[in-house]
């Protein structure tokens, strides 16, 4: 069974930083590529980065670019997203999703529980 | 950057169809996947690929793509359907960049 448990949220004050885990079993995680998403509360989706199988390839949503860095350790089977600098607007609700194996239009089919990010002070 | 307009709301009566839109320039040239999410979850896929239905979505669940408009129809809605909806699509014009619409709520009347 695929499973995608995510861990590291909390609260942090404006301009700190937090990482991110997600930790996956059931499936071969070094042949997908991986997603970060997040939901401000009573908001909508939003993609906030993804990275290639082997972690040469990563891509950010404008908004995080410099700030988060999404990383991966395929060894350990888990995502990381290494949020800097953060701002009340990021928080939300952060998802980790599987993308694709081949293809990098692929869908999300697989998604974690989600852990809460907050930012205030 | 690729823009995905949904509808914020749709409602329909119990055993009708649900036709939930998703705009976008010449969207039907891109894939187009969408999610369910009910209150407190994770998002779940219901179609892949503009038309594809992953195992265990029931065969009410139906999408298609053309032009500048993709289209999620759920036919017999039943009570249980209600939640919200989102499209997504890879915008590759854009370093390969993930976009979801906003979202439409799904009310069963």
């Known amino acids: 069974e695929v499973q995608l448990v995510e861990s590291g949220g909390g609260l942090v004050q404006p301009g700190g930083s937090l990482r991110l885990s997600c930790a996956a079993s059931?499936?071969?995680?070094?042949?997908?590529?991986m997603s970060w998403v997040r939901q401000a509360p009573g908001k909508g989706l939003e993609w906030v980065a993804n990275?290639?199988?082997?972690?040469?390839?990563?891509y950010y949503v404008d908004s995080v670019k410099g700030r988060f860095t999404i990383s991966r350790d395929n060894a350990k089977n888990s995502l990381y997203l290494q949020m800097n600098s953060l701002r009340a607007e990021d928080t939300a609700v952060y998802y980790c999703?599987?993308?694709?194996?081949?293809?990098?239009?692929?869908?999300?089919?697989?998604w974690g529980q989600g852990t809460l990010v907050t930012v205030s002070s | 950057s690729y823009v995905l307009t949904q509808p914020p709301s749709v409602s329909v009566a119990p055993g009708k169809t649900a036709r939930i839109t998703c705009g976008g320039n010449n969207i039907g040239s891109k894939s187009v996947h969408w999610y369910q999410q009910k209150p407190g979850q994770a998002p779940v896929l219901v179609i892949y690929?503009?038309?594809d239905r992953p195992s265990g979505i029931p065969e009410r669940f139906s999408g298609s793509n053309s032009g500048n408009t993709a289209t999620l129809t759920i036919s017999r809605v039943e009570a249980g359907d209600e939640a919200d909806y989102y499209c997504q699509v890879w915008d590759s014009s854009s370093d390969h960049r993930g976009v979801f619409g906003g979202g439409t709520k799904l009310t069963v009347l």
């Open positions: 690929y503009d038309s």
């Open positions: 999703a599987r993308g694709g194996a081949v293809v990098t239009s692929a869908e999300f089919d697989y």
């Open positions: 059931g499936f071969t995680f070094s042949s997908y590529w």
């Open positions: 990275i290639k199988q082997d972690g040469s390839e990563k």
